[in-house]
């Protein structure tokens, strides 16, 4: 059973925008870091982007660098992705994931809680 859930996905232009949400209240342990992967098909699952209990330490991959913004909100156990100017490559089931103790990674090994996903496709 899904201890996080995504909501957000769906059809967007090339160019535009989409606002991923994460919603970790079912969640059995403490969120301690918060984590968006993506998964093409025939791809493997890869890092997006990472975001510390706090908020203050957040990590990118090189792909969406300056494209996509995390965050997250403690006092309702949320967290967010804002993708912009998203591109075709973009296009994935995008997965939440949170892990209860430890750093920020972009190693999904690490991360003991994920969503079910949630659709992006972009389309030109």
């Known amino acids: 059973q899904a201890q996080l859930v995504e909501s957000g996905g769906g059809l967007v232009q090339v160019g535009g925008s989409l606002k991923l949400s994460c919603d970790a209240s079912?969640?059995?342990?403490?969120?301690?870091?918060m984590g968006w992967f993506r998964q093409a098909p025939g791809k493997e699952r890869e890092f997006v982007a990472t975001?510390?209990?706090?908020?203050?330490?957040?990590n990118y991959a090189d792909s969406v660098k300056g494209r996509f913004t995390i965050s997250r909100d403690n006092a309702n156990n949320t967290a967010s992705l804002q993708m912009n100017n998203l591109e075709p490559e973009d296009t994935a089931v995008y997965y939440c994931?949170?892990?209860?103790?430890?750093?920020?990674?972009?190693?999904?090994?690490?991360?003991?809680?994920w969503g079910k996903g949630t659709q992006v496709t972009v389309f030109s």
């Open positions: 994931a949170a892990r209860s103790e430890g750093w920020t990674s972009s190693r999904p090994s690490v991360y003991d809680m």
């Open positions: 079912g969640a059995t342990l403490t969120p301690v870091v």
């Open positions: 975001i510390s209990r706090g908020g203050r330490t957040t």
